[in-house]
């Protein structure tokens, strides 16, 4: 079964508004997850590490005031896509792993279009 | 240069054949190898780890290759359900509470036909 729940699965949004997007891991506590952005056929790539009880870390080129993170307890990780506009659209997926060095479990993710 | 690179394929299989691929991977201090399989808009899901000795999970193998950056997959007695992008993720830093940096290939497509 699932490990990581993301959700939700997919939503339409009207330019200029705000998508939230959860991400929990449901069989273990994650300090740290992970959240990616993936176009068509294109490679899943890293926008930021959200880190429990701090800042989230952001990739080069990804804007933190628009892709805003909160990693407010052990299970959840929120991004929220702020003033949503057309190019946003796109497949987000989040990511959490155990300790020592245990694979990366992926969200189901969330596939976002904004008209 | 992109730090882990794979041939987009696609590689068309018959069914019952066996195919195999490569990732290359350009930071030689990369610890940590894994395939994932992604289906078309679905997440990425774990295949399997690639361990130094080279791993077998039923029709699949894995190797490692660190002399010359590179970890591979072979699928045998392909089926139909083996067609999928198969992504190869690259760990640089390996500690006991921290990933370090992941990175990503851009994925293999395998297209199994009758």
């Known amino acids: 079964g699932a490990v990581v729940s993301q959700h939700p699965s997919w939503v339409i949004c009207k330019s200029g508004t705000s998508v939230k997007i959860e991400c929990r891991s449901l069989d273990f506590q994650a300090t740290t997850m992970f959240w990616y952005r993936q176009f068509p056929k294109q490679s899943l790539m890293l926008m930021a590490t959200?880190?429990?009880?701090?800042?989230?870390?952001?990739e080069q080129g990804v804007e933190k005031d628009k892709f805003l993170i909160n990693h407010a307890s052990l299970t959840l990780s929120t991004l929220t896509v702020t003033s949503a506009h057309p190019e946003d659209s796109s497949f987000y997926i989040c990511?959490?792993?155990?300790?020592?060095?245990?694979?990366?479990?992926f969200g189901n993710g969330t596939r976002l279009t904004v008209t | 240069r992109k730090e882990v690179e794979q041939d987009p394929g696609p590689f068309n299989v018959p069914e019952g054949a066996t195919v195999a691929f490569n990732c290359t991977y350009s930071?030689?201090?990369?610890?940590?190898f894994f395939w994932y399989r992604q289906d078309c808009r679905k997440e990425p899901k774990l295949l399997m780890s690639?361990?130094?000795s080279g791993n077998e999970d039923g029709r699949f193998t894995a190797q490692l290759n660190r002399a010359s950056q590179y970890i591979s997959l072979l699928i045998r007695d392909s089926k139909l359900s083996d067609s999928a992008t198969y992504l190869c993720v690259v760990n640089t830093i390996r500690t006991t509470d921290s990933w370090g940096k992941l990175q990503f290939g851009a994925g293999t497509q395998v297209v199994v036909t009758p």
């Open positions: 959200s880190n429990e009880g701090s800042k989230a870390t952001y």
């Open positions: 930071n030689s201090a990369s610890q940590s």
């Open positions: 990511s959490a792993g155990g300790l020592n060095n245990s694979p990366l479990h």
């Open positions: 690639v361990y130094s």
